[in-house]
């Protein structure tokens, strides 16, 4: 059966309308997802993991490992001064940040770095489990309200740390594989060390908050 002229018209029209549609649609762009700080996180997640699994099923080691550390750091975090709680709570913080900004100036310092959040996912987790198990609600209650929060700052600054380390690693093996050595690695080893100085006051505000916390709310908290 022939078209007619109306028909014609209107099959045009319809088409125009369709390519009107296909041009109007633009692709979607993923962003792009830093990878590096994830990597980190789930291995300070791992040691969280094994650290309260080892808790729970009765791991004598860790068992005993975090009673000890607790009923150490507890009294002698009781006995000291605020000047001496937030020295002492600086320096289990920044050694491990210092740790990885070392490693981050090696050449093959990469495979080195998870350990670092690891370890500390260990502790952490190994700590919460032990509080859980050995003194309940208050054992919990002690952690969310002295511990965790200034260990979630310093954790945030040592995974970025490790983060700056992993790419300042992969430079330097770069160099010198290519053997080359320019204006531009100098400014990135400057670039290195302010944002590491950054990260190192970001420390200091850890230990000003477990500070200020512990001496507001720790006596408030019994465990004999």
Request: aromatic share 14%; glycine share 8%; hydrophobic share 50%.
């Amino acid at each position: 059966m022939a078209q007619t002229k109306d028909d014609i018209v209107k099959n045009k029209e319809n088409k125009m309308k369709r390519k009107r549609i296909i041009y109007h649609v633009k692709p979607l762009k993923i962003p792009k997802i830093n990878y590096k700080p994830i990597i980190f996180f789930l291995f300070l997640l791992t040691g969280l993991i094994i650290g309260v699994i080892c808790i729970k099923y009765g791991v004598k080691s860790f068992v005993d490992l975090a009673a000890n550390i607790f009923e150490q750091t507890r009294l002698e975090s009781s006995e000291k001064s605020i000047a001496g709680l937030f020295f002492s709570s600086l320096l289990s913080s920044i050694c491990f940040l210092f740790a990885a900004f070392i490693i981050g100036l090696c050449a093959v310092g990469i495979p080195f770095l998870p350990i670092i959040p690891f370890i500390k996912g260990l502790y952490f987790g190994a700590l919460g489990g032990y509080m859980y198990s050995t003194y309940g609600v208050t054992g919990i209650g002690y952690c969310a309200l002295i511990t965790y929060p200034a260990a979630a700052i310093m954790i945030t600054a040592l995974i970025y740390g490790c983060t700056e380390s992993m790419m300042m690693s992969a430079d330097i093996c770069g160099i010198l594989l290519n053997k080359t050595i320019g204006m531009n690695n100098k400014d990135a080893l400057k670039l290195y060390c302010i944002r590491y100085s950054i990260l190192a006051l970001i420390i200091i505000v850890a230990a000003i908050v477990y500070t200020a916390l512990f001496k507001l709310f720790g006596a408030y908290f019994s465990f004999s």
